[in-house]
Nanobody, 128 residues
Framework: QVYVRESGGGLAQAGDSLRLSCAAS????????????VGWFRQALGKAREFVGG????????YYPDSVKGRFTISKDNARNTVYLQMNSLKPEDTAVYYC?????????????????WGQGTQVTVSS
């Protein structure tokens, strides 16, 4: 089993930046490091969960939807088993609970049901 835990959420103003962290651990982490992916999702109140990007662990290939491309950047630190979501030029519509999730897939899945393990989420609130 692999476990992921988010941190770094909080309050921000429009135009600010925030960096979220996703720390991974667990007995099968090695399998995910070799052939898995980490995705970031968000869910605003009353809305469906939305994919905001992901990264393959071994190659570091990233994928972003058009809605955040150019503002959000995902990176990883292998030594810390941590994936980061850097969010720039934040907008009020970025307000949501942000989740990271792990999938044993060599390419980044965009569907939430493709992921095996989820964090508890971290709240990001952006004021205008």
């Amino acid at each position: 089993q692999v476990y992921v835990r988010e941190s770094g959420g909080g309050l921000a103003q429009a135009g600010d930046s925030l960096r979220l962290s996703c720390a991974a651990s667990g007995r099968t982490l090695g399998q995910y490091r070799q052939g898995g992916s980490v995705g970031w999702f968000r869910q605003a109140l009353g809305k469906a969960r939305e994919f905001v990007g992901g990264i393959t662990w071994s190659e570091g290939s990233t994928y972003y939807p058009d809605s955040v491309k150019g503002r959000f950047t995902i990176s990883k630190d292998n030594a810390r088993n941590t994936v980061y979501l850097q969010m720039n030029s934040l907008k009020p519509e970025d307000t949501a609970v942000y989740y990271c999730a792990a999938a044993l897939r060599g390419t980044v899945p965009v569907q939430w049901h493709s992921y095996d393990s989820w964090g508890q989420g971290t709240q990001v609130t952006v004021s205008s």
